[in-house]
């Protein structure tokens, strides 16, 4: 059973520029949320994606966008890359209908801004 | 929104010692609690949760309580062993059956260091 899947796992980029993220989730998972973890800091919520739709957005700015393809895959867009965007992107899943079930984790995206 | 937070920041323990993280939430309305263990280079991995209708849940060495009143959740880990080393994050969030597990608001961790 194949859990969360993200890549690639480490990126460089220089200010500026822009990036694209992916995540597979878990077997049977239709719901994936992303969260932004910044060095010695717990993750913070970014936006979730169902039935490819934007279903909840955290205090991130319109730099960060998502999509979810019809196979519950998704992508997490970052534009204009600024310093402060330097983290580890995570991607979790989970079931929609399920709300009492936990999210599971990848291992991230590890982003260095130059 | 959600406000949680996390005590201590850091924590070392001799093998065989109990290790105790102690977490506050702001949010009444937040019914689901989980505990993450993060080790170097790895995502979070949920290592036990409790629902609000719990007060208390053992997993083996694992255990969480749960006190809606006071609004705070702890982790007990009882025998530990270096293994254990890693951050844990516990997190708060409101899910509704027939609907989606909404935002996680994790606290901002604890290293817990386990000597041999």
């Known amino acids: 059973d194949a859990g969360v899947t993200q890549s690639p796992t480490h990126l460089i980029k220089t200010r500026g520029q822009q990036v694209t993220l992916r995540c597979s989730p878990k077997?049977?998972?239709?719901?994936v949320s992303w969260y932004q973890q910044a060095l010695g800091q717990g993750p913070q919520f970014i936006f979730q994606y169902y039935e490819e739709e934007e279903r909840q957005r955290g205090n991130f700015p319109d730099r960060f966008s998502g999509h979810q393809f019809p196979n519950y895959s998704s992508e997490l867009n970052v534009n204009a890359l600024l310093l402060g965007d330097s983290a580890l992107y995570l991607c979790a899943s989970s079931y929609f209908d399920r709300g009492d079930q936990p999210q599971h984790f990848g291992d991230g995206t590890r982003l260095s801004i130059l | 929104g959600e406000n949680v937070e996390q005590h201590p920041s850091t924590l070392s323990v001799q093998e065989g010692d109990s290790a105790v993280i102690k977490c506050t939430y702001s949010d009444s309305a937040s019914n689901y609690f989980p505990w993450y263990k993060q080790e170097l280079g790895k995502g979070p991995q949920l290592i036990i949760d409790?629902?609000?209708?719990?007060g208390e849940k053992k997993d083996q060495r694992i255990a969480v309580t749960l006190n809606k009143t006071a609004k705070h959740f702890s982790l007990h880990i009882t025998e530990t062993q270096p293994e254990d080393s890693a951050v844990y994050f516990c997190?708060?969030?409101?899910?509704?059956?027939?609907?989606?597990?909404?935002?996680?608001?994790f606290g901002r961790g604890t290293q817990l260091t386990v000597w041999p």
């Open positions: 409790i629902r609000s209708n719990v």
């Open positions: 997190a708060a969030s409101i899910g509704v059956r027939g609907s989606t597990l909404g935002r996680l608001y």
């Open positions: 077997s049977g998972h239709d719901t």
